[in-house]
């Protein structure tokens, strides 16, 4: 689809304020890639997708998952949660990506950096959670790509992890304009 | 600058549901009006309770939004925890789809809920974005035989 910035477009009232709107900075940055890599630059096709990893983390223990990903998936945005009751359900997560034979970090990092204020989703009525935007969109283009993940709970008591990977991704029998992708 | 030919309007579709506690995929669809397509910009989510999961699926094209491919628990993948799906704008967590996504007209959306609170669970989704209005033909041709004018009067 061509075109989908609303603020650049004719016949568009633009509001000056508009920038002044109290959204969250990193919203507005996210926000912002929308209007740099509109889907008129060739991701017309593509479709939001979450893809989603649930481990059963035993106290202390450790998990390893990996997510098949869809063809051309162009991640956007990571977060994360877990039950644990503990010190802000505390636990660490390295990524990989696996074709590219990449890592994602040098270590482990706590997945509450990922995951905002307040990730114990077992309290009820806690604040929503924030997310971390990429900057920049990371695309995973090899064919068959997967997503290595390393997960290590921090905290003396089980619990279940959750890890969101928000980005676009084709679908496999889509076909799209650009005969390269 | 482009110009897709379509008029855009500000526009929310609100999903209003009450999930009965422990519930497991309890479902609830969205149509699109039949008047406009509507272009995916932002998510927002209202709850009672956090401990709730969120399944979301295309009908016709049979497309699913969230999915696993892994998972470590050996239970049956209900979906993405709500808040890390969406949350309210008032905390800053109404989530940006960044490269937003067009629903056709009268194409149906489903949402499959699960509750582990076990107490009701009130939700409301908004998807926020805005309606793809054509731009009228007559409005186009005035236009662009507006231009040779003003340009063969200068």
Redesign the interface.
Known sequence: ??????F?????LKNPLARMLP??GN?QM??R??ET????EG?GE???????????LAALGG?Q????LQRKF?L??I???STAAGFEGWFKAQFFDVNRQRRMSNRGSDLYLF??SNRN???????????F?LREPYVFDEPDSQIL?DVRNLEETAC?A?I?F?G?AL?FNQIVGDTSQ | MFDDQFERQFFSYVVDVNVAGNAVQTPVQLQILSDADFEWWWSMVFRTSGSLKLLMKEQGTGRDFIGTTASGTGSTFNGVNIDLWAGTAVANAAFPLAVPYVMPATRVYSFLLTDSSGETNVVEIVLNGFKLWPRPESTQSAQSSMQPTSSSGQ
């Open positions: 689809m061509p075109g989908t910035s609303p650049t477009r004719r016949n568009v959204i969250h919203q996210s926000y890639l929308g890599h509109p889907p008129s991701l593509y479709a939001p997708t979450w893809e989603v990893i649930e481990v059963g998990a998952a990996r997510i098949n162009t956007l945005a977060a994360g949660q995951g905002g989703f077992g309290t009820p009525a806690s604040a929503p959670l924030g997310w935007p993940i279940v959750q969101m928000y676009v679908r």
